[in-house]
Structures are given as structure tokens and as C-alpha cells.
T-cell receptor, first 113, second 113 residues
Framework: KAGVTQTPRYLIKTRGQQVTLSCSPISGHRSVSWYQQTPGQGLQFLFEYFSETQRNKGNFPGRFSGRQFSNSRSEMNVSTLELGDSALYLC????????????FGPGTRLTVT | GEDVEQSLFLSVREGDSSVINCTYTDSSSTYLYWYKQEPGAGLQLLTYIFSNMDMKQDQRLTVLLNKKDKHLSLRIADTQTGDSAIYFCAEMLGSSNTGKLIFGQGTTLQVKP
């Protein structure tokens, strides 16, 4: 069974631009969560989607948004990029929300210059 | 509150056992996870334990949970150089039906030949 895939793997953007990251969960998994990883703040929860609905959101500004499609694939969008948005963005998939195993993708490395 | 603490660094000799410790604060945690991250990679799920269990063994990995002290440990038997990585513990809160994980800051395991 294929794992979680994320595209693109690497991105370089300029301040003020916007970016869209994509995540395809493991086949049969319907819940997708997003995390931001930085050296200073560690791993921080961004949001969680299930059945095309956002179920939970972390403490991030409104510039960070996401959505989930009917095939469970998810995208996250960051608008008006700031230097501090440079991070590894990780997507995790699980069968459903709640106490299930969560499997992570390889991440998208975003660099904002 | 939501907080997970880990020591930052552990160095062992190849063939020795490694013990990585973690403390958490939320007594409603349902699942507790251990993930491994190698340089430039995403998070690899190593093992997990239900909060109503005391111990779980999986090949070279042993997880011990002391729910009274909110203390979790991961023991790696016969540690190999390929085990060198950052290890994260994470808790899933039980207060709501969500897949949100709270991560520790990670323990860097250095295995010397």
C-alpha cells in the first residue's frame, strides 16, 4: 500500500507570495492533519480535516488555510508569505479522527526569501 | 494544559540499550506515540500505546507507560548506528474526538560505533 505523498517536496518563494501544498493520504484513510516543523517551535498542529470538513485548527493566523476534497486529498494554502513561514510542512493521514495510527508523509520544505 | 517534555540529547555505544524518556501533562491522553525522524525526512511511526496499557513490546522496542506519573519511555535494545535519529513522543488528547497530536521537542539519539 502506498504511503502518504506530498507535493512538491521543495519550494522557494518570495515574501508576499502565496503557496499551495498538496497531500494525498493512504488509500482508505479519510482524515488528514497538517503540521508545521521549525527548529525554534518544533512540531505544531495546523489543522485537521475529515469528510471535507475542518474539525480542528491550531493557533495560526488566518493566512493559513486548507481544504479537503471528496477523495480525501488535502491542500493547504499560505497567503502573503513571511520569512517566518519557512518550515517543513508535514501531512499525516489516519482512518478517521480520534485514537488511530497516524502516518506522516515526507513533508514539503518551504523556504521564503 | 497541553505539554510534552523530552530530554534533548542521548549518546550511547552501539550494542547498548537506549532509553528515551518523555513526560506529558494531560491525564485525558488516549494514545501515546513514538516517532523517528532521520535527516531530511518525515516522521516514521515506530510504535504507540493505549493509555490503559503499562507496556508494549515490538521487536527491539519496548514502551513503558506510568500513567500515575504521566511518564513514557522508549527502550531500544541492541542499538545500532542506523538508529541515530531524532525521536519524538506525542500524545493524543482524549478530551475531544480529534486526531490532534501534541509533540515533544524531540530527543537526538547519537549512536557511537
Amino acid at each position: 500500500k502506498a504511503g502518504v505523498t506530498q507535493t512538491p517536496r521543495y519550494l522557494i518563494k518570495t515574501r508576499g507570495q502565496q503557496v499551495t501544498l498538496s497531500c494525498s493520504p493512504i488509500s482508505g484513510h479519510r482524515s488528514v492533519s497538517w503540521y508545521q516543523q521549525t527548529p525554534g517551535q518544533g512540531l505544531q498542529f495546523l489543522f485537521e480535516y475529515f469528510s471535507e470538513t475542518q474539525r480542528n485548527k491550531g493557533n495560526f493566523p488566518g493566512r493559513f488555510s486548507g481544504r479537503q476534497f471528496s477523495n480525501s486529498r488535502s491542500e493547504m494554502n499560505v497567503s502573503t508569505l513571511e520569512l517566518g513561514d519557512s518550515a517543513l510542512y508535514l501531512c499525516a493521514s489516519s482512518l478517521a479522527p480520534g485514537p488511530y495510527e497516524q502516518y506522516f508523509g515526507p513533508g514539503t520544505r518551504l523556504t521564503v526569501t | 494544559g497541553e505539554d510534552v517534555e523530552q530530554s534533548l540529547f542521548l549518546s550511547v555505544r552501539e550494542g547498548d540499550s537506549s532509553v528515551i524518556n518523555c513526560t506529558y501533562t494531560d491525564s485525558s491522553s488516549t494514545y501515546l506515540y513514538w516517532y523517528k525522524q532521520e535527516p531530511g525526512a518525515g516522521l516514521q511511526l515506530l510504535t504507540y500505546i493505549f493509555s490503559n496499557m503499562d507496556m508494549k513490546q515490538d521487536q527491539r522496542l519496548t514502551v513503558l507507560l506510568n500513567k500515575k506519573d504521566k511518564h513514557l519511555s522508549l527502550r531500544i535494545a541492541d542499538t545500532q548506528t542506523g538508529d541515530s535519529a531524532i525521536y519524538f513522543c506525542a500524545e493524543m488528547l482524549g478530551s475531544s474526538n480529534t486526531g490532534k497530536l501534541i509533540f515533544g521537542q524531540g530527543t537526538t539519539l547519537q549512536v557511537k560505533p
